[in-house]
């Protein structure tokens, strides 16, 4: 099988600092890989990088098997950012946020077909959210908003799920729901590559850990418990952080 | 022609108002129409993307393109709109290398343009009058080809607007997620820029250089305080900016005041409105 993403020797610099240096990574057909590391140890560049959104300095992207130069087929690719914590001026609602999920699967312009109105109607009942398609996204609760983020992403079916530590702020109740939601899809055949402060409650799920300090992969493998400790006491360097999967001040970062 | 002549008085004799019977109304109502109608359809991507003083720094740039047309003698209206897509893709360019922060970026544009303007003015000797007219709008001495300028574009953007408005949807809400969907978000945004700039063009025909942003601005933002979802704004918008429209012009004319000024006027009360309608809302 071709691997999802295959990462060699992955560097970015963002004028003088090295943001991420040659990093090796692969994430395979349905693995659950969770990416873990201290604030600042380039997690989100990491992620960049691999949907192309942050172009490298140095290294070789594949993905899918293309070079990414090449890559076309960003419908198998389902992103879900850090929480748009800015607001938009205009409003919008839960569905047009989700179609708008649908636009690398479907044609760009006039009105969204019969095919995109069901994938959108899927993927909001994935994320139970069904019943408030007609609601403004901003006046949703933080768990909520969350929800419809993770809805636009598989509303363009993707193969491959890539979530920007997506519970950040959201509390442990919807925290619990939100890791039985990524379990069912994984276990959909979906693969899944999530960013996250430490392990907390989707250790269960994950196939992987790979943690970044300073830019490096310093480890790659099974997900130890002690990783709930927290990196940071293996690597004085890193910037001390509550080993924690939420983060209670919340805030993007 | 003659087809479209016969529509066109057969329109005027049916209104039972005694402005229709005036030429140079019937041009004013239709000029500020279509303007009214295409304005918002392109003015709310820039709300969205909060770049609403977007308009007013084109308005600006296209201040140096008028007085260009008077120094070299060509047609103001085809200089500011050149100046004006000039100018929109600068601050485009300067956005996106985030290099310069969007507000410094206006800063430049914005006061670049009113020295240009003012320079080239004082060189080509013309005078104050003329100048006031393109700063406030001279909507009353619209012409037959304005209205056939205003015509086009208006086809052309709102066309754009309508077809390609899940991408500039998506664009406009987030940058990034449309950018990994696929979407070359470069040229989505050079097109938002251009399209900004011709609509700028003909809309200062209405409203003159300072008040153009007003119009692309302030129907969204009147309407997005009561909507629910961007569809219901964009219509809502689109309908308030038409109405805002034809009853500036025809205020304008019973109580002997700039038809522009009277046009901005009347969505500033429309936003008042729409302010206290939404907080009554929200305390019943």
Redesign the interface.
Known sequence: MTPHFHLSGGTVKFGATMALRNVHFHLDAGEFVVLLGANGSGKTTMVKAL???TPLSKGRLDVFGTPLKRF?D??R?G?V?QR?S?A??????V???V???R??RSR???P?TKDDARAVGEALELVDMADKH???VETLSGGQQQRVLIA?ALA?EPDVLVLDEPVTGVDLEHQESFAATLGELNRGGRSVLLVAHALGVIEPLVSRAVVLTQGEVNYDGKPLRELHDSHVHHHPHSVEEPPRFSHPAGGPR | MDVFANVWNGFWNACPFEFCRWDFMQRALVAAALVGVTAPAIG?FL????L?LMGDGIGHVAFTGIAAGFLFGTLPLVTAIIAAVLGALAIELMRARGRTEGDVALAVVFYGGIAGGALLMGLSGTSNTNILTYLFGYLLSVTPTDILAALGISIVVLGAAT??R??L??V???E????????SVRAVNLLVAVAAAITVGVTMRVVGILLVSGMLVLP??AV?QV?????A?FVGSLALGLLISIAGVVTSYYVDAPPGATIVMGAIVAFVLASVFARARAVV
């Open positions: 949907l192309g959104l076309r960003w419908g690719i992103y950012p748009a800015a938009s001026g205009v409003p919008a609602s569905y047009e946020v179609l708008a999920g636009l690398a760009k312009w006039g969204h007609g609601e403004p636009r363009g | 709310i709300v969205q993307r909060r609403s077809l390609l899940r991408v949807f998506a406009s809400y987030d990034e997620v449309a950018r990994a969907s696929g979407v969204v933002a997005q909507t629910r979802s961007f569809n704004t």
